[in-house]
């Protein structure tokens, strides 16, 4: 049981050992907190993330599933980028947003990271809506059985914390 604790900021700055980036299945950067970490991190994650697109991911890396590069810049030591599901209201894709979080922390723990600090994942671009990201993320993160020892979900405006916030009482 792990219980996660609420940061309202950027993620690129969060002292921890790994990030979580809210990726493309492309690994070839994005908007939001793609753009973020790719920014703040340097060109040596995008090399990375072209290295495991030719060995690995060709196809692109699936929904839910998590891989871990460099961090390049940043104050973390990896970046474990995840894809989130697209909203969808005819379809519940609950599933594989919740599989981020548990693949998310399955790759720190082969990592050996002890903090892990995540975005709100498809809640941008991905138009999930924040309270049911929240609900969603808290329950996953609770349920994941792993060694890290702190995982962060880092906010990135006042709705969002205030929606995390409720959903941790
Ligand atoms: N730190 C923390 N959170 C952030 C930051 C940041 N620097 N920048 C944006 N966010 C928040 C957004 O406000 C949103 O709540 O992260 C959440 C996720 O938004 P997106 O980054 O748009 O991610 P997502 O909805 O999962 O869409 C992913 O967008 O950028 C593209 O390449 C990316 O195709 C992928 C898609």
Request: glycine letters at 8%; aromatic letters at 6%.
């Amino acid at each position: 049981m792990t219980e996660p604790s609420l940061v309202l900021g950027d993620i690129t700055r969060q002292r921890v050992d790994a990030v979580v980036n809210a990726a493309n299945s492309s690994l070839l950067g994005g908007g939001g907190v793609d753009g973020a970490i790719h920014r703040a991190g340097g060109p040596e994650i995008l090399a990375e993330c072209r290295r495991l697109r030719a060995s690995h991911y060709g196809r692109g890396l699936a929904t839910g599933q998590a891989v871990a590069t460099t961090a390049g810049r940043l104050p973390a030591r990896w970046v474990i980028h995840t894809v989130g599901p697209v909203f969808s209201a005819e379809e519940d894709r609950s599933p594989l947003l919740a599989s981020c979080y548990r693949e998310s922390l399955r790759v720190a723990d082969e990592l050996g990271a002890r903090t892990v600090a995540f975005p709100a994942i498809s809640t941008g671009v991905y138009r999930w809506p924040m309270d049911d990201a929240a609900r969603i993320a808290v329950a996953a993160v609770r349920a994941a059985r792993t060694a890290v020892e702190e995982v962060v979900l880092v906010l990135h405006d006042e709705a969002a914390y205030e929606a995390f916030a409720a959903r941790m009482r």
